[in-house]
């Protein structure tokens, strides 16, 4: 069940609606000289159409685009694109574009896999858009409404912001430049608007550095797929993208009073099975592992290895590692209840009820969905840099009698 699982959508900001082009967007807004109504976009982005050749990205009606370009974030080679009208989008492609837009069309490197396969690129362009940047005496005003649900501002060098009406975070980066950044979590755009004013910053680093983390910009999430209660199990995924040059493998590390079976893994971006390698103990020593999360090895240590291609400079891998877990502390039956009591650290965390389940209390709060075979599914998003505490309760639905083999 587990590498079937992995087949699954993830769960950055809840799984593409069906028929989806797109998921995973985060936005970079670089704000140049005041004045000029300039700003760079960096834009990441992940087509997930199955069997997609080409990914259309919209340009915003009012903005003039210049400078463009789009990179292979698997491979770190160039795209291929071009301008198209909405007309061409909706015969090349796009069958619901809009005729009266454009669109850059990019060429994707290879078709998307299917089974959850992605092909991921980062789009840069340059917008020049008076509505949307703009200065107001001595500051400057930055007011455009943000679909991506992932962003961050960064101000020109020489500012520091005064006022920001969306819940962000802020910091300072090695140039000496102020980030705001945030996670969207509500269905509707933000109506981001921020001013900034003349200032002298010196750069460097903080001596807080190691915990201040771009949460908007954190790759990791994982989706928990719940058996029935009596087995104390669950089935689940969780993607990560890695990026570091020379980094050839991956490190899961099982929690205390869990046990992991059933470990696979993909690499999302070609749809190609990694091998996994199961560890305890002094196996781990043996093999000269260490990790940040793997503390003091003992005895009862135990972690689920993948190794894969090192990377190259300018290179990265999407990952989607699969087990199943069972964990009788966090997850049991508890009467007629079923009882899942678990934190989250990562931003992005689901939890998928078993069949003929219904879902009773949600401490903490989570959007909910049914799945396409009829299951309960609750996404917690948090933009912040702390835990969740997930504890969910549910209760058979009468007339809908539930086996242990059904997940």
């Known amino acids: ?21 797109e998921a995973n967007g ?42 463009e370009r789009v990179t292979d974030l698997a491979t770190g080679q160039p795209l291929k694109f071009a301008q198209v009208s909405g007309e061409s989008a909706k015969t090349t492609g796009l069958p619901d574009a809009d005729a009266g837009s454009d669109y850059i069309r990019v060429e994707l490197a290879h078709p998307v896999p ?24 001595r500051e400057i005003v930055f007011e455009r409404g943000l679909g991506i649900k992932k962003n961050a501002v960064v ?7 005064v006022d920001c009406n969306y819940p962000s975070q802020v910091a300072q980066e090695a140039d000496g430049r102020i980030r705001i950044s945030f996670f969207n979590v509500t269905p509707g755009e933000a109506p981001l608007k921020l001013r900034a004013a003349p200032g002298t910053l010196r750069a460097g680093p903080s001596s807080v550095q190691e915990k201040l983390g771009e949460r908007a910009k954190q790759t990791r999430d994982i989706v928990y797929f719940l058996q029935q209660p009596e087995t104390h199990a669950f089935d689940l995924y969780h993607d990560y993208t890695e990026e570091k040059a020379g980094v050839g493998r991956y490190v899961n590390v099982v929690r205390t009073g869990s046990t992991a079976t059933n470990p696979g893994a993909r690499n999302l971006d070609t749809g190609e099975t990694i091998p996994a390698v199961h560890m305890k103990g002094a196996e781990i020593t043996k093999a000269g592992i260490t990790d940040h ?52 650290g990562r931003a992005a965390n689901a939890v998928v009820l078993p069949k ?31 835990e969740v505490e997930a504890l969910i309760t549910a209760r058979r639905e009468e007339g809908r009698p539930s086996g242990t083999g059904q997940r």
């Open 1 to 21: 069940m587990a590498v079937a699982l992995a087949a699954g959508w993830g769960a950055a900001a809840q799984p593409p609606r069906p028929g989806a082009q």
């Open 26 to 67: 985060y936005t970079r807004y670089e704000l140049l000289a005041p004045g000029s109504a300039k700003f760079r976009i960096v834009y990441d982005i992940t087509a997930v159409r199955p069997g997609a050749v080409a990914f259309f990205n919209p340009i915003r009606k009012g903005s003039v685009a210049s400078d």
């Open 114 to 137: 299917a089974d959850g396969g992605e092909g991921r690129m980062r789009i840069e362009k340059t917008y020049e858009d008076p509505k949307s940047y703009r200065v107001d005496g």
């Open 155 to 161: 101000l020109p060098p020489g500012y520091v912001l």
């Open 293 to 344: 999360d793997l503390g003091p090895v003992t005895p009862e240590s135990e972690i689920v290895v993948f190794n894969f291609k090192p990377l190259k400079p300018g290179q990265s891998i999407r990952l989607r590692m699969s087990e199943t877990y069972t964990d009788p502390g966090r997850y049991r039956l508890a009467g007629d209840e079923l009882v899942f009591d678990r934190t989250f």
């Open 356 to 386: 003929g389940w219904v879902l009773t209390n949600s401490a903490a709060p989570a959007i909910v969905s049914r799945t396409a075979d009829g299951r309960t599914r609750l996404d917690f998003l948090n933009p912040r840099p702390d």
